[in-house]
């Protein structure tokens, strides 16, 4: 059987994962933390990945990092595949093409260096000229010049981050991964962080993926994917709708009118990979009395595939 040959994905495609496989060995025993993910990624997009503990979230922000090999399948960043890379190849990768927010900000910055210090950091060690000019027009796109003095201990948690931000963006990278980059911070400031790697995408157009396990920060992201064992399970798209307001309806019948309202939801969609299987909702599944493990009837009924738990004859 002749071998496929995998084709680069097209341009405004930025991470194409197809039938990802990781598989690690600890005490001799094979530990499956990828089993055939399906993830695709558009360039300039903003996307967040959910997922629990051990649910496989970090071992794929290890391998988009370029900080690990897949065991199978196809990863192309940027178009290229990553599975040819060498040392010397990934190298120049986590240099040029990819940024990393670590969570803990003691991994992000060096606590006797002032934030402009901290960005300078990574500058001089790339050998950049100018790297105070650069330091400072980066600070400034993550609107942080008025603190550019401070050290890491004056800041808030939310501004740290924001000099994180900055320091991921030195290498002027096309990828940017944050690592539960509001796991130490309180909801408010969550939302700040948040706001400002959606205004830092729409000024450069910088390709953002956030990972957290918190699905309600999730909401604030307009797509989603959730991760379970290993496997793109769902996804949730963010949608605006339109709703009529009391005051419009009384402008419909002689009143006064509005502008018409929005609200946002999120809709959840269940992923079908390529060998045709799902993974429903543990909530769903709860609802029917269905346990793992259980055998079900599908059905196709009016052009919908339902769902049934299997019953049992009865004497």
């Known amino acids: 059987m002749p071998k496929q040959v995998l ?5 405004h495609i930025m991470v194409r994962c197809d039938n990802l ?17 399906d993830l695709t990624v558009n360039r300039g997009e903003v996307m967040g990945i959910i997922g629990s503990s051990g649910s496989g979230k970090s071992t794929l922000l290890n391998l988009l990092g370029g900080l690990d090999k897949p065991s199978a399948g196809a990863l192309f960043i940027d178009g290229h595949d990553m599975l040819k890379f060498g040392e010397a190849e990934l190298t120049e990768y986590k240099r040029s093409t990819v940024g990393f927010v670590w969570q803990n900000s003691a991994r992000n910055l060096i606590p006797y260096l002032t934030a402009l210090q901290n960005v300078e950091m990574p500058l001089l060690l790339s050998g950049f000229k100018n790297r105070r000019r650069r330091a400072e027009e980066l600070l400034e796109l993550v609107e942080l010049t008025h603190r550019k003095d401070a050290y890491p201990g004056q800041l808030s948690g939310g ?17 940017l991964l944050a690592d539960e980059p509001t796991g130490s911070v309180d909801s408010k400031t969550a939302k700040n962080v948040l706001e400002a790697f959606r205004t830092l995408n729409k000024k450069t157009g910088v390709t953002i993926i956030i990972v957290t396990h918190d699905i309600n920060l999730s909401k604030e992201i307009d797509r989603v994917v959730a991760i379970r064992d290993g496997k793109t399970s769902s996804e949730f798209i963010r949608k605006n709708i339109d709703v009529v307001s009391l005051e ?14 929005t609200e946002t939801h999120h809709e959840e ?6 060998a045709g299987r799902l993974q429903i909702p543990k909530e769903y599944l709860t609802a029917l009395g269905i346990k793992g ?3 079900v009837k599908v059905e196709l009924e009016n052009e ?8 049992e004859n009865k004497l």
């Open 293 to 295: 493990g259980d055998k």
């Open 304 to 311: 919908k595939i339902v769902i049934l738990p299997k019953q």
């Open 21 to 37: 496989v990781k598989i690690y060995k600890k005490k001799g025993v094979e530990v499956m933390a990828l089993q055939g993910l």
């Open 248 to 261: 419009e309806l009384a402008g419909k019948t002689g009143g006064l009118t509005s502008p018409q309202q």
């Open 7 to 11: 084709l680069a994905p097209p341009e």
């Open 159 to 175: 501004e740290q981050q924001r000099v994180a931000i900055a320091i991921a963006l030195s290498g002027n990278p096309k990828l």
């Open 269 to 274: 969609l269940v992923v079908l990979d390529r």
